[in-house]
């Protein structure tokens, strides 16, 4: 793992990461790839070591490829197996665990039409190793001990007696986050489930469990535990509700199998589902995300994808005011837009942990998006502002997506040859094409985050639109 050893082996950053989880490494990575000079500090001595949120959401898995980890990510996960229900060491029946069996292939809009599973730590190692090929910095066994804001930036005070100037801090320190509480801001939310849980990575005894199913073992009183075979390794998750961390006992108690079929056990972790939002997203010069702003139950699959969404929304909007000079008013709209997005997936994962909704198109967050929000202005053809702009097929066989992928926005003519504004060519590339199905007629500019920012039959009002993103000389 190549890392950084000291924060004295770097100058100021312009973002200062707490934390190198999903969230703070895929932040870091965006920021990078836009120029940012971001440094991420982790207190823990390396990456996380578990498998946790190993659900990979369609939605996220095209965030995934747009930040050049898509065919490391593909090759590296598998789709859900289908679950196998146990009772009294029989097989007695089968349950989709992700509700999408029934989904089709990929189609031209949607390449991604099914979740994947893959161990955290391992989409962390993917994050990790991308975002320092391409320069990013990363130091670990480095914790934030306190830090200051003023009108110009942040002072970072570390635990070793450094100190740091950085333009802007990013919590990703996860539910517990240090920032947050530093700032006094709430969380609101409940408690999901009394009972306690725990979740682990084993390695059964080859034969104890076939790696074709999700095994599943309901028992009296919603008592379960599940055994997930982890893609890419000789491992299983463990799920189970219990407050027991001896793991080989637990899987003897709730399944057919002994502890000897447990021949290592190597992560366990235990907790009470929760569901609680922190009561803003930003204060000043600091803004929370992942974890920081919003804690999921593990039930919907959704905590993580929520999480890498934020960044992905956060990533872009940073780069514009850092490198592109426009309005640090513009950072207002990440709390503005994510806000009602991670209120909503709270909701429905919730539901789902409670029995009351099941797992499907919702939890697959393609339909998620930003209508009516604070930059989403217009629509035309098939689609509204605010909306995930999708990908299709061209004539000369590229994809839509493969145009959006980067750093920029895209202004996409389609079907018209109607006259377009100047815009920034650092920041906006733009594309003529034919008129396609999946989009109609029209002007769409598509952010850099993948949705239609602003929509109209001609470009009218796009050049004051595209003015609220900057176009000032770059700040190297």
């Excluded at 809009?109 to 994947?116: F, G, L």
């Excluded at 377009?420 to 952010?447: N, Q, S, W």
């Excluded at 239609?452 to 470009?459: F, I, K, L, R, S």
Aim: charged letters at 25%; glycine letters at 12%.
């Amino acid at each position: 793992m190549t890392a950084l050893n000291s924060v004295k082996e770097i100058g100021a950053p312009d973002v200062l990461v707490v934390g190198a989880g999903p969230t703070g490494l895929a932040l870091a990575l965006d920021l990078t790839r836009r120029g940012v000079r971001a440094l991420v500090v982790e207190r823990a001595d390396s990456l996380f070591p578990g498998s946790r949120g190993k659900g990979l959401q369609p939605r996220t898995l095209e965030v995934l490829d747009d930040f050049g980890v898509g065919d490391a990510v593909q090759a590296a996960s598998a789709t859900a197996p289908i679950g196998q229900i146990w009772q009294d060491g029989t097989p007695v029946g089968e349950h989709d665990m992700l509700g999408d069996r029934e989904v089709g292939g990929p189609t031209d809009t949607e390449p991604h039409p099914r979740a994947r599973l893959l161990p955290q730590w391992r989409t962390q190692r993917i994050l990790f190793e991308r975002l320092t090929g391409i320069g990013g910095r990363v130091v670990f066994a480095t914790e934030l001990s306190s830090f200051d804001q003023d009108a110009d930036g942040v002072t970072a005070h570390l635990a070793d007696g450094t100190t740091l100037r950085a333009a802007y801090l990013v919590a990703a320190d996860g539910g517990r986050s240090t920032v947050r509480r530093a700032l006094g801001i709430g969380m609101t939310g409940e408690t999901v489930d009394p009972a306690p849980m725990v979740v682990a990575d084993v390695r059964l005894r080859p034969g104890a469990l076939d790696r074709e199913h999700w095994h599943l073992f309901p028992g009296a009183d919603g008592d379960f535990a599940a055994l997930c075979p982890l893609p890419g390794t000789d491992e299983h998750q463990l799920v189970a509700r219990t407050d027991d961390l001896d793991i080989p006992a637990v899987i003897a108690a709730r399944t057919h199998l002994s502890t000897t079929d447990v021949v290592e056990v190597r992560w366990s972790s235990d907790f009470r589902p929760r569901a609680a939002m922190a009561d803003r997203f930003r204060d000043g010069r600091v803004l929370l995300a992942g974890d920081a702003a919003h804690v999921h139950s593990p039930a919907g699959g959704q905590g993580l994808n929520t999480s890498v969404q934020d960044a992905y929304n956060l990533g872009w909007k940073l780069g514009q005011v850092l490198r592109h000079g426009a309005d640090p008013a513009l950072l207002d709209t990440y709390e503005q837009e994510r806000q009602p997005v991670a209120a909503h997936m709270l909701g429905l994962s919730t539901r789902i942990h409670r029995g009351e909704e099941q797992r499907g198109e919702a939890t697959r967050q393609l339909g998620l998006g930003y209508r009516g929000g604070p930059l989403s202005e217009g629509s035309a053809g098939s689609l509204e502002a605010g909306d995930r702009a999708p990908d299709g097929v061209l004539p000369d066989g590229r994809r839509l997506f493969d145009l959006f992928r980067g750093p920029h926005f895209t202004l996409l003519a389609v079907g018209t040859d109607t006259e377009l504004p100047p815009v920034d060519e650092r920041f906006t590339h733009i594309h003529r094409i034919g008129e396609h199905e999946a989009y109609g007629k029209g002007v769409f500019l598509v952010r850099p985050d993948g949705y239609v920012g602003w929509a109209g039959e001609d470009a009218t009002g796009l050049a004051r639109y595209v003015a609220r993103f900057g176009g000032s000389p770059d700040r190297t």
